[in-house]
């Protein structure tokens, strides 16, 4: 069982369901996907996180986009090094609040 979170109230709730029982919001977005792999997104951090590919993965478009427009300064690199470390030695239920 994949413990998730209520990305509005920030409560614990089943995966299976569609509307949070604490707050009543609509949990899975029509294009959102649960089976994103912190492992994944880790290893693109610390190959390519200067390109921003895994914002692009974790669906978080605008920050990719950030990522690319600024790669040149080599800070991205940086920053994605970090956060691929990050990703890889935390918990799954952590990894799964940042989706």
């Known amino acids: 069982m994949i413990t998730i979170f209520c990305k509005n109230c920030g409560k614990e709730i089943d995966d299976k369901a569609s509307v949070c029982v604490n707050c009543g919001v609509s949990v899975i977005q029509p ?4 089976d994103k792999s912190r492992i ?10 200067g390109l ?11 920050m990719g ?3 690319l427009v600024f790669c040149w300064t ?6 994605g090094f970090i956060e ?3 990703f890889l030695t935390e ?3 952590s990894f799964a609040k940042k989706l």
């Open 84 to 86: 691929g470390i990050v």
């Open 91 to 93: 918990s799954d239920e």
């Open 52 to 62: 921003g590919v895994h914002k692009f993965y974790m669906g978080k478009i605008g």
């Open 40 to 49: 994944t997104a880790g290893i693109f951090a610390l190959l390519l996180g």
């Open 31 to 34: 294009n959102q996907s649960l």
């Open 74 to 79: 080599f800070v991205p690199s940086i920053v």
């Open 65 to 67: 986009i950030l990522y």
